[in-house]
Every structure is written in structure tokens, then in C-alpha cells.
């Protein structure tokens, strides 16, 4: 599989959507209550299939990626959400896909790939889950895995505040948040482990490079 297999982008509903959401639902808190602030965004492809890696602390990581990087990005749901009619709906608009829980690592793996060539980005968050310190310590391999198997780069962000928005609260806090992005990352040559952790490693140490610029 190659480059060329693959869509240029995501389809023009998909975008008109994403666009009417993000300019009016997310846009006006993250650069006014949240004082976002973006860095380097020029280094986000806009057109072809990749794969956006980042570090994780909320649930508003996701809402905050797709802002950041100015495109719809695919993100893995559990199966059993796309049961619910209305739900399902807006899931797949918005570019989710679903996953059975039984099919493990490899049922995610094709259901990535299979948004990849339908043109979308890919978001995965390089540890698998939040983190309190935002930090990265132990990445998991499922994202350069994904892209040896579908030859697309990876695109390392940070995001940084957003552990402090639902800290010791259940409304959301008036918190600065920061985002920035790496260059992007070939993709590994090959599914060998010592590969894959190398490239893993790197898109790590990129992230928490990043985070660590702080404000």
C-alpha cells in the first residue's frame, strides 16, 4: 500500500461540518476563556493522509487537536456507541470509527487504516491514555505501527495546560493552554519491533521536547 492508494482528504461534507463546528463552538472559548495559543500550525499538512501523535491529560485533548491542526481528524471509538442512532451519526460526520474490544490492537489497526484512506487524519495519543503530568513515559507502538503498515508520516504535537482544567473540579477552569507541533516523521520501513520502538521513541522525546517549552 502506498500514498498514491489514498484519498487527498477528507470528504466535503465532513469538512463543511467540522469547519461550522470548529468556528463557532470551539474557536471563541480556546482563544478567549482557555487564552490558547498556537505554535508552528504551517508544519500541518492540509491535504493527504497522516497520522497526528500527541501527549494526553483531558478530555478536551481531542476537541483541542482538531482546532489546532485545521482539518478533521479520525479518532478510534468503541463499537457499542455507534448502536446509539443519533450518536452514530454524529460520530461518523465528525470522522470517529469504530472498534470491537475483542479484535484487540489489530481490529483498531484496520479501522485506522481504513479512515486513512478514506483521506482522513488520524489522531492517536502516543501513551494510550491521560496522563496527570502530561508527559510522555511510556509510548505505545500502536501509532508507528499504523503508519509502517499504511506508509504515512506522523506529526508530533504537545498540548500544555490542558492537565489543569478539570483539576480538583467538575467545571471546566479558566486555564492558558498551549499547543505546538514537531516536523513531521517518516514513517518506519518495516513492522520490525527494534523499528517501530525507534520511531515510537523519537515522536516521544519530540512531544515532551515540545511540552517542556511550556507557555
Known sequence: MTLGDFREREPITNLLLYHLFRDFVIVPPFY???KGRVYDSK??????????????????????????????VAYMAK????????????MMLYGAYPVKRETGDRGAIRAAINALQNGWMVGIFLEGTRTPDARISYPKLGAAMI?????????PMS?????????SSSVPKSVPLTVRFGELIDP??????????SVTQKCAT???SLHDLGR
Do not use: C, M
Open 147 to 155: 503508519a509502517a503498515k499504511a506508509q504515512v508520516p506522523l506529526l
Open 32 to 34: 478567549t476563556y482557555f
Open 159 to 167: 498540548l500544555w495546560g490542558t492537565e489543569k482544567i478539570l483539576q
Open 43 to 72: 508544519k500541518v499538512p492540509q491535504t493527504k493522509p497522516h497520522i497526528v501523535v500527541s501527549n494526553h491529560a483531558s478530555y478536551f485533548d481531542p476537541l483541542i487537536i482538531s482546532h489546532s491542526v485545521g482539518r478533521p
Open 188 to 197: 518506519p520501513t518495516s513492522s520490525k519491533r527494534k523499528e517501530l520502538e
Open 79 to 90: 463499537e457499542e456507541l455507534f448502536d446509539i442512532p443519533l450518536l452514530k451519526q454524529w
Open 206 to 208: 519530540i512531544i515532551n
